[in-house]
């Protein structure tokens, strides 16, 4: 039989991001002041993020220089492996090649860290000694539970209320690492008590919980804010992904035709796929697939609009695929893909026809998550294993046309606390949200009154 794994040496981690930004055939419209309506400055994002993450945010260097400290981190556990997945091949009977990229083997157990190190070194090069932020999942709290840890800061989390429920050891995690962590809504902030006065049953959002943690950040001095997805600098620190990936699928004499990863903010997507865009916009044919809940379809139902990233206003606008600011997705079990918006660089690959996307219910996505865990062995976390169901679907697709794919997706984390859903699914109980219309247009009336993008009927 052919190589399963692909590795690398520790100094074939990255040296450079990768910035989309440089080859984007159009550059995304400008985040606006919801005030002046006018596009945001440095100064505007001062109070919340370090200088040098906010000259990331807007640079339009194609490769960005990785400092040493970082790739120190980095060593912990990357270059992370590729995979053949030979094992569900042979399940699925298929013609096709399929790889992964396992970004599981973190410390945390995700891609996150990835940026979460990457933030944290920068909050402590500006000087300032505690960092707040959100997490949905629990993923993303215990990448910055880990990545303050190792740089000397405090960490304060924000969980979704319904994720802080289900998984309790994520909480644990967090504090193993030393951060303190509350359920959102919380009684810490104004935004989160505004929440709890109307609906005191909240299960909470990722809308909300940013809301909770911006305002933490901005009502004090020595604290940044630190987001997990969405913004460029974040998409762009998860490029080490892809570009290992590249040199992998060297090794293995490979390259894709169809390169798949979940999305909830955009960013371990725009992790893997973005160095192979970088090919593509070059000229090579590849397809790009971005996947997402039936019950959170940012990017198959959602307009491309100006909207808040978050539930109470409290952020810029910003140019993408929403459902509405106040849209609260049903308490799927993917909690890392409960978000309303998206990264606006993916959103403008979509209206670009650069890349596809498609929504899945979370019944077929864990029949396929499971079908995984049994010929390849790895449990996936349930965002990924949306990633696992379009493979298995696109390879289906291909035999039953007669073609033979090369396919490529994300197995941005492993699922060992999310067991929960696993019992869930296992037992018959899982529900699939069929989200009605009327639901969407309710959402997207908050809207209404905000500036459209260029381009998109008022
Ligand atoms: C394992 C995993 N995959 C994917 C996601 C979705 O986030 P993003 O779209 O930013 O990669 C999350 C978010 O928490 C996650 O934990």
Redesign the pocket.
């Known amino acids: 039989m052919a190589e399963t794994k692909f590795l690398l040496p520790e100094d074939a981690i990255p040296r450079r991001w990768y910035n989309i930004q440089a080859d984007l055939p159009n550059a995304p419209q400008p985040i606006l002041h919801p005030g002046t309506g006018q596009p945001i400055g440095p100064d505007d994002l001062a109070p919340l993020f370090p200088m040098a993450l906010i000259g990331q945010e807007v640079s339009q260097d194609a490769e960005v220089d990785i400092p040493e400290a970082i790739r120190d981190v980095y060593r912990l556990w990357r270059p992370t492996p590729l995979y053949r997945a030979h094992r569900l091949e042979q399940a699925l009977g298929t013609r096709s090649r399929i790889f992964y990229k396992y970004?599981?083997v973190s410390p945390a157990?995700?891609?996150?860290p990835n940026t979460a190190i990457a933030q944290a070194y920068y909050v402590k090069q500006d000087g300032r000694r505690r960092i707040a932020t959100e997490?949905?999942?629990?993923?993303?709290g215990s990448a910055v539970a880990l990545a303050s840890q190792l740089f000397g800061l405090e960490c304060k989390v924000y969980m979704v209320k319904v994720s802080y429920q289900q998984k309790p050891y994520r909480r644990s995690m967090m504090q193993t690492w030393g951060a303190e962590v509350v359920a959102s809504p919380s009684e810490d902030t104004n935004a989160g008590r505004g929440i709890l006065a109307d609906h005191p049953d909240s299960p909470g959002s990722l809308g909300i919980a940013i809301s909770e943690a911006v305002e933490d950040a901005a009502t004090r001095e020595d604290t940044a804010y630190s987001l997990?997805?969405?913004l460029n600098h974040?998409l762009m620190h998860?490029t080490v992904i892809g570009q290992e990936a590249i040199a992998q699928l060297e090794q293995a004499g490979a390259y894709p035709d169809l390169v798949v990863?979940?999305?909830?903010?955009?960013?371990?997507?725009?992790?893997l796929t973005f160095p192979f865009l970088r090919e593509k916009i070059a000229g090579r044919d590849i397809d790009v697939l971005a996947c997402e809940p039936a019950a959170c379809p940012t990017l198959t139902r959602g307009p491309f609009a100006y909207d808040f990233g978050d539930t109470s206003q409290l952020t810029p606008l910003v140019p993408m695929h929403t459902l509405g600011h106040d849209f609260v997705p049903a308490g799927i079990h993917?909690?890392?893909?409960r978000?309303h918006g998206m990264?606006p660089l993916v959103s403008q690959l979509v209206v670009d026809d650069l890349i596809d996307a498609e929504a899945y219910n979370q019944n077929e996505v864990f029949a396929s998550a499971v079908q995984f865990a049994r010929s390849e062995a790895i449990i996936p976390?349930p965002?990924?294993a949306h990633a696992i169901h379009a493979t298995i679907k696109a390879a289906r697709e291909a035999d039953e046309e007669g073609r033979e794919r090369t396919i490529l997706f994300n197995l941005?984390?492993?699922g060992h606390f999310d067991l929960g859903a696993y019992d869930a699914y296992l037992a018959g109980d899982l529900e699939d949200f069929e989200l009605p219309d009327e639901e969407i247009e309710r959402a997207l009336k908050a809207i209404e009154p905000l500036p459209k993008p260029a381009g998109v009927a008022g």
């Open positions: 970004e599981g157990g995700s891609h996150k997490t949905g999942a629990g993923q993303w997990g997805s969405v974040v998860q990863g979940c999305v909830g903010g955009g960013s371990n997507f725009a992790g993917a909690g890392g893909l978000y990264a976390a965002e990924a941005s984390g492993h």
